[in-house]
């Protein structure tokens, strides 16, 4: 098992920042990815971010390319999503998951509240 808590999400202007963090614990040495999804009011929940926890490859929905960040610090065991230039439509909960095998996302948090105001 491995258990995943997010911090991070929050209010903030249209142009503005947040960092999210998602720790995990457990059997994280069988982590092959990580990732970050979201979902919005009325709407299925979508990967925003993804990347291998070995070798770190990343992977971004063309929605936030340019505009946010994944990265992974191996030694805290977390992964981390910087976003930048926030707009109304990033608006949603934002899930942090973890797959043992590629694409096969069998872990998830709690997940935490992005708002973005205009």
């Known amino acids: 098992q491995v258990q995943l808590v997010e911090s991070g999400g929050g209010l903030v202007q249209t142009g503005g920042s947040l960092r999210l963090s998602c720790a995990a614990s457990g059997r994280t040495y069988s982590i092959y990815s990580m990732g970050w999804f979201r979902q919005a009011p009325g709407k299925e929940r979508e990967v925003v971010a993804t990347?291998?926890?070995?070798?770190?490859?990343?992977h971004y929905a063309n929605s936030v390319k340019g505009r946010f960040t994944i990265s992974r610090d191996k030694a805290k065991n977390t992964v981390y999503l910087q976003m930048n230039s926030l707009k109304p439509e990033d608006t949603a909960v934002y899930y942090c998951?973890?797959?043992?095998?590629?694409?096969?996302?069998?872990?998830w948090g709690q997940g935490t509240q992005v708002t973005v105001s205009s």
């Open positions: 998951a973890a797959a043992q095998a590629p694409s096969t996302y069998d872990y």
């Open positions: 990347i291998t926890w070995s070798g770190g490859r990343t």
